[in-house]
Nanobody
Framework: VQLVESGGGLVHAGGSLKLSCVAS????????IGWFRQAPGKERERVTC????????FYEDPVKGRFTISSDSSKNTVYLRMNRLRPEDTAVYYC?????????????????????WGKGTLVTVSS
């Protein structure tokens, strides 16, 4: 099982980035895919989650209306479109996979629920 993130970089506040998470080694539709982030000196926090099986999603309040998660099962890829970025969005962003796919709800989605992790991609938002 492998998850590989890409798309991070440096962007000015108000700008946009699109992250990608390519999954391999498992049946894509059998898993939920989530994005987490960890800022310097802070704990890892959840950001958003999608179940490719039915496209159900969950978003943390700070990113609602600014971030959009989507999936392309033909490419085994989950995307995170981030608009109106803020300096406080600066972090290493990780994608992670969890069984079962129904984990993308507030009461279940979290780091402890995830089975596999990528190595992360750094997003830096300058003010």
């Amino acid at each position: 099982v492998q998850l590989v993130e890409s798309g991070g970089g440096l962007v000015h506040a108000g700008g946009s980035l699109k992250l990608s998470c390519v999954a391999s080694g498992f049946t894509f539709e059998d898993y939920a895919i989530g994005w987490f982030r960890q800022a310097p000196g802070k704990e890892r926090e959840r950001v958003t989650c999608i179940s490719p099986f039915d496209d159900s999603t969950f978003y943390e309040d700070p990113v609602k209306g600014r971030f959009t998660i989507s999936s392309d099962s033909s490419k085994n890829t989950v995307y995170l479109r981030m608009n109106r970025l803020r300096p406080e969005d600066t972090a290493v962003y990780y994608c992670a996979a969890a069984v079962p796919p129904g984990v993308c709800v507030d009461t279940m989605f979290g780091a402890n629920a995830m089975n596999y992790w990528g190595k992360g991609t750094l997003v830096t938002v300058s003010s």
